[in-house]
């Protein structure tokens, strides 16, 4: 149908506001629509497919018949704008604003510190605040389940779950320090600097439910007394028609069988996005209301297809009570499955219908609806028909039997019969909101009383293109008793039945082949156990697998107060909330995407190569050209300056012209009228390719073909060949550990707009280091630095990923507005920020270690390759940095060490928080951890013996004392109760087979500021106005680590004011110039003396003033100073420490100070699927006195649950010719909510000091990442009971991440043992194996 056609006029309110549109299209989401259209900036766009939660808004609709309210949560970016006829939408904007009054949602969270960087804030307000119109008391279980599907890559969750937790009423305290009678308090009567607290949650607005918007009175009468007739809506290239009718229904479908019918719009919606699939014509049948008709039979209940899952929950919920056991066996293992099935949001939208229709190989829902004998009646113009959920129904990769033009109008679910037993089973790969990897659905029928199998049916997903029956193996069971001998013989036909081949898509194969027998086993216990409890037999039963821990207990934060003679106003070493706390809260906040277009503004869309390593022959734009809205492209002929960025040595081709080395490197640009018309202008660009031989992947390639970028680093203390003659043991081993993608919430966006003269521009962008990229657009642009003013106001998360490869997309950007001579926006999304910027270095290593009986380790000789990817960008920096810090903590006499940076035919890696150091650290705690199980002794124990004591001297020969390192091991130790709770893990283990818990304590001693001595200088701005307000710039930029607070901070006490007097505006090099980045940890350190130098200046220039008025204020001396002709003005500046390593000598003083900490982690494994649990936490660190405890126990919290991604959940997965699979939060894990350790404790080291840094304090930014680690050492702990169950003892391998995969096999139950793995060589894998 054609754009331009007249359609139906769309009605709908958002926050209370009526909405109407008379060219409703219907390619368009609502959260471009509220962005874009209605200027509601506050919804954010973090993935666009439903993955990460950003973009949540609450839906609220008027059911007629019932007369009443429905409230829920949905994604905007997969709500088709045409499908909100008639609804009430409600924003972070509607919820509570600062103009107005904020709402409790959004003060709990702002004040309990729940917001860093504030990308995802606006999404988790909207989580809860759907939660708790629906119940104003929720439980925790409540609030966990409505933030599963909100991803924050900052803070770790913990506070944002406290925060929340205040709205809960649940008796058995935990207010986690938050209640006045909070049960950790201690006592009530202690005055309060004495146990200072995060926040008060005495001080909160009560939540008053009465305050909240109404439904639009027009929407009610709209809904009842409306004749309901057909809406059709046109857009560009898609129509919208949506029924009243199951008969117009039908006809439609008739007429149009290709036409999808769009409910939820969780398939189709992604698959529009992601592949690019266009369907011409969609109808809409929610409006039908037989597919919303539930019905009860004695046999069962039918249940509308067009329910939502959400809904279909709790009509389980609500029949299960009603009903005996016995008969709700297939509704409660329904149940079990929905509530893991992806996330509130989509739960609130899928329909049931949908799930089934889709055939999702790994559907949750299908293999036990499959199980549990299900149907589904369907209609089309050929008539009626019930059709059974059976193993003809599902015939491929998204099939069914069903004819194109079939309508699914309900499904039936039978109620179980006396004797049935059904049962769900997934395995997934982070616990929420995560597709399975294996689902299943398992159903056995028994005659009263006997244990013989009557009927039954095991499904699974997973293991396919589509739900498959294991029908062989249900034959083997039927008619034989249920006990060990018939599963056993079950399993090998089980295996034989379900076979992968070793290249199946989605890899794994091992792991699912083994998960298809652990999860029946699981299965047999069950029903052993239920056979038991109904007395049909009496065999002594194996251990009951309960489920992994799941209740979030009360945690703590301990922090030293500020001293007692410390003024009131004075905020240093206090808990202030982050300035912009409440701002992030109601989506007030602006970051780079957020900024109103331009007059005439253009969006950049990129053309990235699809092949590794291959020559251009030919780049064919005249397609693109000829689309709707395109404008022009951009190649590097274009690029008027240097077309080369130079990085350490090399250079790196801004846009690749003759040859690619990577997928993903970019080739052009396409700039046009809208983001939509910017990406079908990208995609319709033609790129023929000739391929280059041999593209080099993996590190063992670029070993083998010497291919690395130089210089390659190596360093030694004592005699390390002389060494090892000597010792009573060597052990050499190896481990690989994957790299990590940034994942910051707001993805690299940027805005260039030439002022219009005199080759002047403005670039907004979202990035680290402003100066970085202001020299980056000069060069390119061949222009001096002073035409170029860079903006920085916010970022929503960089992490280190916001520095090199910024200036790289802000200088074609750039290109692109002098080319264009208009504003040009250039806003990645999520798939094409995680395929070209690349991430952390996944690090091969090999090692020799020498050691004594005792335990003291005296040699090692390491080997670090880093996968550097095809350009050098920091790589070599990275593994330098590597050898600086792979002493850790011990004190290893003969130690040496060679780092090389591999060029490789990935996408080039780059700084990544911790800059190497999570690596170098991981792989030579796992080679302590190596020596102590080949020794038999306890981990703790040989790194304890290692570690520096006393004024020590690190490899590089730099002196310093690692006192506080040994204070932060003992009173860790102390506070986690070590010793008793590793007694009771070996117990555990002792009587438990199939779970296991592991636990480890690691230290860190991180070295702050950089190591190019250069880099450590800040400079600061500061102005006093008139009216007594202050204004304060610096280099540091705010990314969510919270530095404008903690500058604030600084500049009240320095002079002497409140900070509600002092403003940050934003980052900017027309204020502050020639700027380091924002990295190294060190931004606090450099900037917070360059703000007190400024301040320290103006406040002696005050002087006379206070001298002549000493009765005066602050607004009377600022007066005065102006008429006394006393400039308000002043900057600071900071020289930091000269820091250098020289190589050649392999000595020097690359870092300030060490920062020290300690952490220890339990973990719960479960053996027979890898998955687990974080028990408990305790991070004890030395951070100083801390300039704003919560800002710092903010970072430590994030950077731990970063460091717990990258060592235990976050898999990048690249194709064997390069491709990166994991381009999005569906693929892509990073920690959940559900990550959260269960108890997690943060103290703070008093009373210790450091003369390097301002007021003590000390960097904190990177180091807690690798504290991660500890669960990690955990899990490997668990996993090690579990082989020595199986007769495994001493060291083993596991590479990093531990994913359940990995944690699975490694535990070498009798089920991994039962599959036999390819041999490498005789097949292509999946997936690269870096
Ligand atoms: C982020 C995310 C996470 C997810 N996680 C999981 C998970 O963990 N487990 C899992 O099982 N699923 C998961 N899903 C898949 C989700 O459950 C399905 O996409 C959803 O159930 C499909 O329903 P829908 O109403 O959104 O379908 P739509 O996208 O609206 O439609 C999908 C298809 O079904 C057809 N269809 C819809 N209704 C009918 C009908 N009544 N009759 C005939 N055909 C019909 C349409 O024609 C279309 O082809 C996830 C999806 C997303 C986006
Ligand atoms: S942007 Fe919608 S869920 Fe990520
Ligand atoms: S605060 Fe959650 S992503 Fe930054």
């Known amino acids: 149908m054609s754009a331009g056609k007249r359609g139906d006029t769309l009605c709908f309110f958002i926050n209370g506001k009526k909405v109407t549109e008379d060219h409703a299209d219907p390619e368009t989401m609502l959260l471009p629509f509220l962005r874009e259209k209605l200027r509601l900036t506050g919804t954010k766009s973090g993935c666009g497919g439903g993955g990460c939660g950003a973009c949540t808004v609450m839906v609220s609709r008027y059911q007629p018949a019932t007369k009443t309210f429905t409230h829920f949560s949905a994604n905007a970016c997969l709500l088709p704008l045409c499908q909100l006829h008639g609804a009430a939408v409600t924003t972070v904007e509607g919820v509570g604003s600062t103009k107005t009054r904020i709402h409790p949602v959004q003060e709990r969270i702002a004040k309990a510190h729940g917001s860093q960087c504030g990308f995802c804030t606006p999404g988790m307000v909207m989580s809860v605040y759907a939660l708790l119109r629906n119940k104003p008391q929720p439980s925790m279980d409540d609030i966990t389940q409505a933030l599963a599907g909100n991803l924050c890559r900052c803070t770790g969750y913990r506070p944002i779950v406290d925060g929340c937790r205040t709205f809960c009423q649940e008796a058995n305290c935990c207010q986690a320090n938050g209640g006045a009678n909070c049960c950790l308090n201690g006592n009530p009567d202690e005055p309060e600097d004495e146990k200072p607290r995060l926040f008060k949650e005495e001080d909160f607005l009560p939540l008053d439910p009465t305050q909240e918007l109404i439904f639009p009175p027009e929407l009610i009468l709209m809904a009842e007394t409306a004749n309901p007739e057909t809406l059709t809506f046109h857009g560009e290239r898609v129509s919208w028609v949506s029924p009243t009718s199951l008969e117009e229904l039908v006809q439609l479908k008739s007429k149009q069988p290709a036409a999808p019918l769009v409910m939820g719009n969780t398939n189709i919606g992604p698959d529009m996005k992601f592949k690019g699939v266009l369907h011409p014509l969609i109808i809409s049948p929610s409006r039908v209301k037989e597919l919303f008709e539930v019905s009860e039979t004695p046999q069962g209940v039918w249940v509308g297809a067009g329910c939502s899952l959400s809904e279909l929950r709790s009509l389980l919920e609500k029949l299960v009570p009603r009903f005996p056991e016995e008969k709700t066996e297939l509704f409660r293992a329904l149940n079990q499955q929905l509530g893991n099935l992806g996330n509130q949001q989509i739960r609130n939208v899928a329909s049931l219908g949908g799930n089934i229709v889709s055939a999702y190989p790994n559907s949750d829902l299908n293999p036990v609806l499959a199980a549990g004998n299900c149907k589904v009646v369907v209609v089309s113009s050929g008539g009626r028909r019930e059709v059974p959920l059976n193993q003809d129904f599902f015939i491929g990769f998204g ?244 077309k080369f960025r130079p990085m350490f040595g090399y250079e790196e081709e801004l846009m690749a012209e003759t040859e690619v080395s990577c997928v993903g490197q970019i080739i052009c640009a396409v700039v046009a009228d809208s983001r939509a018309h910017a990406k079908r202008g990208a995609a319709a660009v033609k790129i023929s390719y000739e391929d280059l031989p041999d593209p080099i992947f993996t590190v063992e390639d670029a070993i083998e073909k010497s291919s690395y970028y130089e210089p390659r680093r190596w360093i030694e203390q004592g005699n390390v060949t002389e060494a090892f003659e000597k010792v009573d043991q060597v052990y050499e081993g190896g481990m690989r550990m994957g ?80 080319k264009t001579n208009r504003a040009v926006r250039c806003v990645l999304e999520r798939g094409d920020d995680m395929l070209i910027t690349g991430g952390r270095h996944p690090v091969l290593t090999k090692y020799k270690v020498g050691f004594m009986k005792d335990g003291r380790i005296v040699a090692v000789d390491i080997e670090f390759y880093a996968n550097a990817g095809n350009t050098a960008d920091e790589s070599t920096l990275v593994a330098e940095k590597i050898l600086l810090h792979m002493d850790n903590a011990y004190n290893i006499p003969n130690l040496r060490g060679h780092g090389a940076a591999c060029r490789t035919n990935l996408p080039s890696n780059t700084a990544f928080r911790g800059f190497g150091v999570p690596q170098g650290l991981f792989l030579m705690e796992n080679m302590v951890n190596d020596v102590a199980a080949v020794l038999g002794r306890p981990a703790d124990e040989i790194r304890e013996i290692n570690m520096y004591k006393g004024p020590s001297v690190t490899h590089y ?139 320290e200046i103006l406040y002696q220039r005050l002087e006379p003033m206070r001298k002549k008025d000493p009765k005066g204020c602050w607004e009377s001396w600022v007066r005065a100073a102006f008429f006394e002709k006393i400039s308000l003005s002043s900057t600071g500046y900071y020289r930091g420490p000269d820091l250098y390593m020289d190589w050649e000598k392999k000595e020097g003083r690359p870092y300030a100070y060490f920062t020290y900490g300690v952490s220890c982690s339990e973990v719960e494994l479960d053996c027979l699927t890898g998955d687990y649990r974080t028990l408990r936490t305790d991070i004890m660190l030395d951070i100083g006195r801390s300039v704003n405890p919560s800002v710092d126990i903010g970072q430590i919290e994030g950077a731990f649950m970063q460091g717990l991604g990258l060592y235990t959940l976050e898999e990048l997965k690249f194709s064997p010719s390069g491709l990166l699979y994991t381009r999005g939060p569906s693929q892509y894990k990073i920690p959940a909510v559900c990550d959260v350790p269960l108890q997690f404790n943060v103290y703070l080291l008093p009373d210790t000091d450091n003369p390097h840094a301002i007021y003590s304090s000390k960097g904190i930014g990177e180091p807690a990442v690798f504290l991660g680690s500890s669960v990690f050492f955990a899990i490997k702990d668990a996993v090690a009971a579990a082989r020595s169950d199986s007769g495994l003892v001493g060291p083993f391998g596991l590479d990093s991440p531990a994913t359940p995969e990995r944690a699975c096999l490694a535990c070498s139950s009798t089920f991994t043992q039962k599959i036999a793995t390819s041999e490498p060589g005789s097949f292509k894998p999946w997936a690269l194996n870096l």
């Open 957 to 1095: 020969k730099c002196e310093f004392s690692p006192d506080n390192l040994h204070r932060c091991w003992d009173e860790c130790k102390l506070k986690c109760d070590y010793s008793s709770r590793r007694k009771a893990v070996d117990q555990f283990n002792q009587q438990s087979r199939w779970k296991k818990r592991g636990m480890s304590i690691i230290p860190i001693k991180y070295g702050i500021a950089f190591a190019e001595g250069f880099l450590n200088q800040a400079a600061a701005l500061v102005h006093i106005y008139k009216d007594g307000s202050v204004l304060v710039t610096h280099g540091g930029t705010e990314m969510g680590q919270g530095i404008h607070t903690k500058m604030q901070q600084v500049a009240s006490r320095e002079l002497h004011i409140p900070t509600s007097k002092i403003y940050i505006s934003e980052t900017s090099t027309g204020t502050v110039p020639n700027t380091c980045p924002s990295a190294a940890s060190y931004g606090t350190d450099a900037n917070g003396m360059a703000v007190k130098n400024a301040c």
């Open 739 to 818: 790299g990590q993608e940034h994942f910051y919430m707001e993805t690299q966006s940027m805005l260039v707009v030439p002022v219009g003269e005199e080759m002047e521009f403005n670039v907004y962008i979202s990035t680290q280091w402003p100066t970085g990229i202001q020299e980056a657009v000069a060069e390119t642009l061949g222009i001096s630095s002073n035409r170029v003013t860079c903006h920085v106001k916010r970022v929503g998360g960089a992490f280190g990923g916001k520095v090199t490869k910024t200036g790289h997309l802000a200088s074609i950007t750039s290109v692109a507005a002098l």
């Open 399 to 642: 099939k069914t039997v069903l004819k194109p033009e079939e309508i699914v109008v309900s499904v039936f679910i039978p109620f179980t019969r006396k004797g049935e037993l059904v049962r769900a089973f997934r395995q997934a790969p982070r616990k929420e909101a995560s597709f399975a990897t294996v689902s299943t659905g398992m159903r056995v029928f028994f005659s009263e009383g006997s244990r013989v199998v009557q009927d039954v049916s095991l499904y699974y997903g997973g293991m396919g293109p589509t739900t498959v029956s294991a029908a062989k193996t249900c034959a083997a069971i039927v008619a034989k008793p249920w006990d060990d001998e018939t599963l056993s013989k079950a399993y090998d036909i089980l295996l034989d039945e379900l076979v992968l081949p070793p290249s199946a898509p989605g890899g794994k194969v091992e792991f699912r082949r083994s998960l298809t027998l652990s999860l029946l086993f699981k299965f047999h216990l069950e029903v052993l156990q239920k056979l038991r409890e109904t007395n049909v037999i009496t065999d002594e039963l194996p251990e009951k697998i309960s489920p992994l821990p799941r209740e979030i207990q009360p945690s703590l934060q301990e922090f030293q107060a500020v001293p007692k003679d410390q003024s009131a106003q004075d905020p240093v070493g206090r808990p202030v909330m982050h300035r912009s706390g409440v701002s992030h809260a109601t989506g007030e906040a602006i970051y780079c995407d957020d900024i109103p277009k331009t007059d005439g503004e253009l969006f950049l869309g990129l053309v990235t190569s699809s092949r590794a390593h291959a020559k251009i022959t030919a780049v064919d734009v005249s397609r693109a050209l000829q689309l709707p809205g395109v404008v022009d492209v951009v190649t590097a002929k274009d690029i008027p300056g240097k």
